[in-house]
Nanobody
Framework: QVQLVESGGGLVQAGGSLRLSCAAS????????MGWYRQAPGKQRELVAF???????KYADSVKGRFTISRDNAKNTVYLEMNSLSPEDTAVYLC?????????????WGQGTQVTVSS
């Protein structure tokens, strides 16, 4: 089993920045891709970004150029640097890990961290 613990959420004004972290523990050797999903009230969960163990990255179109995902394999931690935040980015952000590099069938989920962007 793998446990994921997020941190770094909070309240920020539009145009501001936040950095999310997600630390993995347990059978981390089984993980290939790690990343983030988000879910806003009344909306479907959507992929934000992910990074593979080879550090290949992929982003949702809505966050390209504003968000940066990175990974420290030695610390089993993934980060999401979020800049130029807008109220549309308000959501619960969930860390996820997949044993597959395609990140299309998440095996493990974190508990989520709230990000609120005020206008």
């Amino acid at each position: 089993q793998v446990q994921l613990v997020e941190s770094g959420g909070g309240l920020v004004q539009a145009g501001g920045s936040l950095r999310l972290s997600c630390a993995a523990s347990g059978r981390t050797s089984s993980i290939n891709a790690m990343g983030w999903y988000r879910q806003a009230p009344g909306k479907q969960r959507e992929l934000v970004a992910f990074v593979t163990s080879a550090r290949t990255t992929k982003y949702a179109d809505s966050v390209k150029g504003r968000f940066t995902i990175s990974r420290d394999n030695a610390k089993n931690t993934v980060y999401l640097e979020m800049n130029s935040l807008s109220p549309e980015d308000t959501a619960v952000y969930l860390c996820a890990a997949d044993r597959n590099y395609k990140f299309n069938s998440v095996d493990y989920w974190g508990q989520g961290t709230q990000v609120t962007v005020s206008s």
